[in-house]
């Protein structure tokens, strides 16, 4: 662990080798029943494959490594289709995001995922969204030639507006494109909060802590009366949600 975090024992090492041997074990296992069921499906199972067999997957992963995950619904239900934000801060956030199961999920993830011959195949086969970050214009690009497929399947989007893992503070700016998304999308907000992964694991490679996290979902904010007037406005409004959420304000948050 880095930046005075306290370092992993022993034994929430081996535990951390474990449970990265336990996913991709369990990743290269699925991967054909996976395939077999989009192709004799014509790729219509895709939805069953990211709410089911995605969590199947990665449900295994948290004992393994000594961590308690649970799901707190704060509206009592899950809404959807809508575009679900999340704060991003550690590589446990690939576990817990594939642990929700949304209903009708796709991710918009960063263009290097692709690199991996597995997230390649799966992420394109189940009709995942893939977009350079550090190219803000053709990021944006990317998202509106996606909106007009997602809206027409009713399927909900997952965003990380932070961008990148790496960024200063513990919520770091948020950027625009999921905010677009939702208004072109008209489709409301719906923010997710995980607790306890940044503490858990701020290194690389899903080294981690044993401990407790948590995703809050909370309830939906409608973007029927967001323009591009007041657009600022209510992205600021959105993020102050996550700074009161991690118990900071802007001038403690770096």
Same mark, same amino acid.
């Given at each position: 662990?880095?930046?005075?975090?306290?370092?992993?024992?022993?034994?929430? !090492? $081996?535990?951390?080798?474990? =449970?990265?041997?336990?996913?991709?074990?369990? &990743?290269? +296992?699925?991967? #054909?029943?996976?395939? %077999?069921?989009?192709?004799?499906?014509?790729?219509?199972?895709?939805?069953?494959?990211?709410?089911?067999?995605?969590?199947?997957?990665?449900?295994?992963?948290?004992?393994?490594?000594?961590?308690?995950?649970?799901?707190?619904?704060?509206?009592?239900?899950?809404?959807?289709?809508?575009? !679900? $934000?999340?704060?991003?801060? =550690?590589?446990?956030?690939?576990?817990?995001? &594939?642990? +929700?199961?949304? #209903?009708?999920?796709? %991710?918009?993830?960063?263009?290097?995922?692709?690199?991996?011959?597995?997230?390649?195949?799966?992420?394109?086969?189940?009709?995942?969204?893939?977009?350079?970050?550090?190219?803000?214009?053709?990021?944006?690009?990317?998202?509106?030639?996606?909106?007009?497929?997602?809206?027409?399947?009713?399927?909900?989007?997952?965003?990380?507006?932070?961008?990148?893992?790496?960024?200063?503070?513990?919520?770091?700016?948020?950027?625009?494109?999921?905010?677009?998304?939702?208004?072109?999308?008209?489709?409301?907000?719906?923010?997710?909060?995980?607790?306890?992964?940044?503490?858990?694991?701020?290194?690389?490679?899903?080294?981690?802590?044993?401990?407790?996290?948590?995703?809050?979902?909370?309830?939906?904010?409608?973007?029927?009366?967001?323009?591009?007037?007041?657009?600022?406005?209510?992205?600021?409004?959105?993020?102050?949600?996550?700074?009161?959420?991690?118990?900071?304000?802007?001038?403690?948050?770096?």
């Amino acid at each position: 662990m880095t930046d005075g975090k306290t370092k992993l024992t022993t034994l929430e !090492y $081996i535990r951390s080798i474990l =449970s990265i041997i336990v996913f991709f074990l369990m &990743l290269l +296992l699925m991967t #054909p029943v996976i395939l %077999f069921l989009l192709i004799i499906s014509f790729g219509r199972l895709s939805n069953f494959v990211v709410e089911k067999i995605a969590p199947f997957i990665v449900k295994p992963v948290f004992p393994v490594a000594g961590i308690d995950f649970t799901k707190v619904k704060h509206d009592g239900t899950i809404h959807y289709p809508a575009v !679900y $934000i999340i704060n991003h801060s =550690s590589t446990l956030d690939i576990l817990t995001i &594939l642990a +929700l199961g949304l #209903p009708k999920v796709r %991710f918009v993830a960063k263009w290097q995922l692709q690199y991996n011959p597995l997230f390649f195949l799966l992420g394109r086969l189940t009709g995942q969204v893939f977009i350079r970050r550090e190219k803000s214009e053709k990021a944006v690009q990317t998202l509106k030639k996606n909106v007009d497929r997602i809206k027409k399947q009713g399927l909900t989007v997952m965003l990380a507006p932070e961008g990148s893992r790496k960024h200063p503070g513990i919520i770091g700016p948020f950027k625009k494109g999921p905010f677009r998304m939702a208004m072109d999308l008209n489709y409301p907000i719906v923010p997710i909060y995980f607790e306890g992964n940044r503490e858990l694991s701020e290194g690389g490679f899903l080294f981690s802590h044993s401990g407790k996290a948590t995703a809050h979902i909370h309830k939906p904010i409608p973007t029927v009366n967001w323009n591009l007037d007041n657009l600022d406005e209510k992205i600021e409004e959105v993020r102050s949600l996550y700074l009161r959420w991690a118990n900071i304000t802007d001038d403690d948050n770096h």
